[in-house]
């Protein structure tokens, strides 16, 4: 080893398949990197420690290295990321019987997000006609893209998430305990948790994200800014393995062996057989079996989903705006899109800088106009249902 131990934190989710691959098949080690990983509970664990230096780098909410970055509800420390961990690879699961309500509900094909979403607001307006409780849904946090596609869902179908129903925290490994003992109604979560709900047949999966946004950063490899500045050859060392680490996984013959890596109790520690199902985008959806495929479900090398675009920071900064977690600002624009960084990543890895995908606005809504990553306002415009800046 030729340079300073390193200690990454990261969340048991299969995103982030491509850190603990590349410390346990040893790419980082080819480097000359000595890496411990730190498996966490909470978000805001890993975000806290990797702030005030306990963590050299972390596998992170793409939100909140932008809220880092901006000093949004919590303490300025600039974030930059080099590599993306993981595109998609977040579903909606809801309970059985918010299942049953939405599908007595619906109007259109189930796999379409609008037509649920309109349902959803059906099932809401009658709940609130006889006097129940709101709804509740579990997300992992304020800054997550899970709060952001859990809202962007609902509102598309006329629900205000902030007035019609409830939206909590919860750790990714308690959703299903708290689905099973009723404390939520739904949940939007990453892989495995999904799976895991329904395997223990309380939940049915209702869609994947990628039904709601074609490309979605989800989670990267995160670094403070100053660090970053002091340690360019360790850094790029570290996105080389990673590298290295994201071909292997996309490499279908790997499969079994990166799901039995995974599958630890010190790394997530559930089935390997669930792992490798979030890997393939082939989930069962439904306790009596039913599977459903994606070939987007979770994108993790292919499809250029491992280098970093500003386009997915300009859209997570625009929905910061959207729910009055943040004031537009054009600076502030600048700001989030230059924490993602593709220039260190292609310096790295060498890679040709150009788009490896077909969706042309780089996000894939599933409803309103093409994004603009350098015209916000007008994305802002376009939706009815939002709050008031900061």
Not at 19 to 42: N, P
Not at 93 to 119: C, F, N, Q, R, W
Not at 188 to 193: D, I, L, R, Y
Request: glycine content about 8%; some cysteine; charged content about 25%.
């Amino acid at each position: 080893m030729t340079d300073k131990p390193l200690r990454i934190g990261f969340i048991p989710l299969v995103d982030a398949s491509a850190l603990i691959v590349a410390v346990d098949k040893g790419f980082t080690a080819a480097e000359g990197l000595d890496v411990t990983l730190v498996r966490e509970v909470s978000w805001s664990n890993v975000r806290d420690k990797l702030n005030i230096g306990l963590f050299d780098a972390a596998h992170l909410l793409a939100p909140v290295a932008i809220a880092s970055s901006l000093g949004l509800q919590q303490v300025r420390v600039p974030i930059v990321a080099p590599f993306n961990l993981g595109l998609n690879g977040n579903a909606i699961t809801v309970s059985s019987a918010l299942h049953a309500s939405i599908m007595a509900e619906l109007d259109g094909d189930p796999d379409d997000p609008l037509a649920t979403a309109k349902a959803l607001a059906r099932v809401v307006a009658a709940r609130r006609k006889t006097g129940k409780d709101p709804l509740t849904f579990g997300m992992t946090f304020p800054f997550s893209t899970h709060n952001y596609q859990l809202r962007f869902w609902m509102a598309a179908g006329g629900v205000d998430p902030d007035e019609d129903v409830r939206l909590v925290v919860l750790p990714p490994p308690y959703m299903v305990d708290s689905l099973a003992n009723g404390h939520v109604d739904a949940f939007c979560v990453g892989a495995p948790w999904n799976s895991v709900a329904v395997d223990f047949g309380v939940g049915h999966i209702l869609h994947f994200v990628s039904d709601i946004l074609a490309r979605a950063a989800e989670k990267v490899l995160a670094v403070r800014e100053h660090w970053s500045q002091e340690n360019p050859l360790i850094l790029a060392k570290l996105t080389r393995a990673h590298g290295r680490a994201a071909d292997f996984i996309e490499d279908l013959a790997n499969r079994d062996e990166v799901s039995r890596i995974l599958a630890k109790p010190d790394r997530i520690g559930v089935d390997s057989e669930v792992i490798r199902r979030s890997l393939d985008g082939r989930l069962k959806i439904s306790p009596d079996g039913t599977v459903r495929e994606s070939a987007r479900y979770l994108l993790v090398g292919r499809e250029g989903a491992a280098r970093p675009d500003p386009v997915q920071a300009a859209w997570l900064y625009a929905q910061m705006v959207r729910w009055g977690q943040a004031t537009y600002s054009a600076e502030a624009l600048k700001a989030a899109k230059c924490v993602f960084r593709p220039d260190l990543y292609d310096a790295a890895l060498g890679r040709p800088a150009r788009p490896d995908h077909s969706v042309a606005d780089g996000v894939g809504a599933f409803t309103g106009p093409a994004f603009n990553a350098d015209d916000v306002k007008t994305h802002l415009a376009s939706v009815t249902i939002r709050r008031a800046g900061r």
